[in-house]
T-cell receptor, first 111, second 116 residues
Framework: KNEVEQSPQNLTAQEGEFITINCSYS?????LHWLQQHPGGGIVSLFM???GKKKHGRLIATINIQEKHSSLHITASHPRDSAVYIC?????????????FGKGTHLIIQP | GAVVSQHPSRVICKSGTSVKIECRSL??????MFWYRQFPKQSLMLMAT?????????EQGVEKDKFLINHASLTLSTLTVTSAHPEDSSFYIC????????????FGQGTRLTVV
């Protein structure tokens, strides 16, 4: 089965810094999700990508299907961006398989 | 976006008892819902796929007699942890989509289960 690798595992940065979180996977996928998980556990879907690039506010997500790689960028980072960011993929092929998740990147933005 | 409501958010139960967790899609119909589990400092893992009107599909290593899934309607799936043990203590979360492989995943709020 597909493995999803995220890096870095932990990231501490100063407010205002540009943040990049990387995700790579090994086999074909139909979609890649970037999720945000807060300390209480709740999960918010940030992006779903199957190609190209998406932008929402200060967040940008890109995917390179040939390279099997995606990045999540946060511009002008803020302490409220502190959370765990998770990359998840849905395999190609038939069926309605659930998502396979990376281990997450624990991001702390210091004021 | 679509809303998925999960209840309860936290539950503490005694060892040997059963706990039911509900997952509702509030403003859309979900023929498929997914149940995930997350142990501390680990990634979310798919437990089972809940299909409306048919039996759930369980991932390898997940006991279907222990984790009973019922998807009786297009807006409700339930996960019952039967005869709970302390090792079942975990964070359980459901998700649903609007259908198809390329659709958004909408997550419930999650349920923190503690078995004492």
């Amino acid at each position: 089965k597909n493995e999803v690798e995220q890096s870095p595992q932990n990231l501490t940065a100063q407010e205002g810094e540009f943040i990049t979180i990387n995700c790579s996977y090994s086999v074909g996928i139909s979609a890649l999700h970037w999720l945000q998980q807060h300390p209480g556990g709740g999960i918010v879907s940030l992006f779903m990508l199957s190609s190209g690039k998406k932008k929402h506010g200060r967040l940008i997500a890109t995917i390179n299907i040939q390279e099997k790689h995606s990045s999540l960028h946060i511009t002008a980072s803020h302490p409220r961006d502190s959370a765990v960011y998770i990359c998840a993929v849905r395999y190609s092929g038939g069926g309605a398989d659930g998502l396979t998740f990376g281990k997450g990147t624990h991001l702390i933005i210091q004021p | 976006g679509a809303v998925v409501s999960q209840h309860p958010s936290r539950v503490i139960c005694k060892s040997g008892t059963s706990v039911k967790i509900e997952c509702r899609s509030l403003d859309f119909q979900a023929t498929t819902m997914f149940w995930y589990r997350q142990f501390p400092k680990q990634s979310l893992m798919l437990m089972a796929t809940s299909n409306e009107g048919s039996k759930a599909t369980y991932e390898q290593g997940v006991e279907k007699d222990k984790f009973l899934i019922n998807h009786a309607s297009l807006t409700l799936s339930t996960l019952t942890v039967t005869s709970a043990h302390p090792e079942d203590s975990s964070f359980y979360i459901c998700s649903a989509g609007l259908g198809g492989l390329k659709t958004e995943a909408f997550f419930g709020q999650g349920t923190r289960l503690t078995v004492v």
